[in-house]
């Protein structure tokens, strides 16, 4: 595809960089400081659905309050897409969508497959997913109702 060729996101949309760590609270408190930034934090038991199945996963994140664009600090989960790597790398960009799953198809057609998405259960509409783009590096694409749920009111 030619760099012309309109993808199926926008960069105007882009909120966050999310990177995977080994201690949340130690990397809380470290980017904490260094960056100036507060958090949200939270996590929940998840439906982690791939092409190998779906299981239940408690994950833990915390996202900074600063805006418009967001670090989000993820709990590694072994044996998952989030897994930690080297530190300080990235592991994903963050984009708002409107449809999650005409996104995900968008993105497969642009060569990035699904590696995984997030569901209330098994057949519910997904919350978000995550593709692998060409180069490595994961996008994750995140439906826009869930954006009250990870800013909540002040």
């Not at 995977?20 to 507060?38: F, I, Q, R, T």
């Not at 897409?81 to 708002?96: C, D, E, I, S, V």
């Not at 490595?136 to 694409?141: C, D, Q, S, T």
Request: with cysteine; proline share 5%; glycine share 12%.
């Amino acid at each position: 595809m030619g760099e012309s060729e309109q993808g199926p996101l926008r960069h105007a949309d882009l909120f966050h960089t999310g990177i995977v760590v080994d201690d949340l609270a130690s990397a809380k408190a470290d980017l904490g400081d260094l960056l100036g930034a507060g958090w949200h934090t939270g996590g929940a038991d998840v439906r982690l659905i791939t092409d190998g199945g779906a299981r239940t996963v408690r994950t833990a994140y915390a996202l900074s309050r600063e805006g418009p664009h967001h670090v989000e600090l993820c709990q590694a989960i072994e044996g998952t897409l989030w897994t930690a790597t080297a530190p300080g790398r990235a592991h994903h960009l963050g984009y708002w969508v409107d449809d999650v799953a005409s996104a995900s198809a968008a993105m497969e057609r642009f060569g990035s497959p699904r590696i995984a998405s997030i569901a209330v259960t098994d057949d519910a509409p997904p919350l978000c997913a995550y593709h692998r783009t060409r180069s490595g590096l994961y996008v994750e694409i995140v439906g826009l109702a869930f954006k009250p749920l990870l800013f909540p009111a002040k």
